[in-house]
């Protein structure tokens, strides 16, 4: 067989090297960042998990902001440092960072408030609802308005505050619930005129019907 030829068998892969390694990473990471940043539910779930890593320190959020993205980078350095003796998915990174009590920093896990954002949509069915209970009757677009107001103006008070303390098995979460935003839509229209007088004719009817009078 001339020298040169083909002979068959197939030669061996070449070996990646360390740069294409780091450019395969760097891919998939943008990619991963990349689709993140494409969904506020995705982007609140990751804030809320490196917050609780310790790697974020702002407010839980669904928009895709420098800080997060600092954050994010952090937390990659972190995993990409350990993954070269245990690989580790990022998932899995971020939660064991947590079950340990944080980044170890000192800056780790501490409080996490969360806040429901009533959109118009979800307030006026909430409000509707009450109202028809309540009232016995529609809402009004004034009374929807005007509610819905309500909503927005108590909404750092119907927070929930959650505290991390301890490290490691030792961690200890505290949850300090706010008020309830449905309680509190039902007293302010149950302490309306109407719903007063709603609330009367209520006792009226039973004290009747106990009575067999209806």
């Known amino acids: ?110 409080t996490v408030t969360s806040v429901t954002n009533y959109t118009p949509e979800s307030a006026k069915e909430l409000i509707t609802s009450i109202i028809q209970d309540t009232l016995g009757r529609k809402a009004t677009d004034a009374e929807v308005k005007k509610y819905t107001q309500t909503l927005k103006s108590i909404q750092s008070k119907a927070s929930t505050v959650t505290q991390y303390s301890g490290t490691g098995t030792n961690q200890k979460q505290t949850v300090t619930p706010g008020i309830n935003e449905k309680q509190y839509l039902v007293d302010q229209i149950s302490g309306t005129d109407e719903g007063k007088a709603n609330k009367v004719l209520g006792f009226y009817e039973t004290f009747m019907n106990a009575l067999g009078g209806r």
Do not use: H, N, W
């Not at 450019?23 to 995705?42: E, I, M, N, R």
């Not at 890593?53 to 702002?58: T, V």
């Not at 079950?99 to 800056?107: F, P, S």
């Open 1 to 110: 067989m001339p020298v040169g030829s083909s002979s068959g068998v197939a030669k061996p892969a070449a070996p990646v090297s360390t740069q294409e390694q780091q450019s395969q990473t760097t891919s998939d990471y943008t990619q991963f960042l990349s689709t993140v940043a494409k969904s506020p539910a995705l982007i609140t779930g990751y804030s809320k998990l490196l917050k609780a890593a310790g790697y974020y320190k702002g407010k839980i959020t669904d928009k895709y902001t420098p800080a997060l993205q600092k954050a994010f980078t952090s937390a990659e350095e972190a995993r990409l440092s350990i993954s070269a003796v245990r690989p580790m998915g990022r998932d899995a990174f971020l939660q064991e960072t947590i079950a340990l009590g944080g980044t170890g920093t000192g800056t780790g896990p501490s």
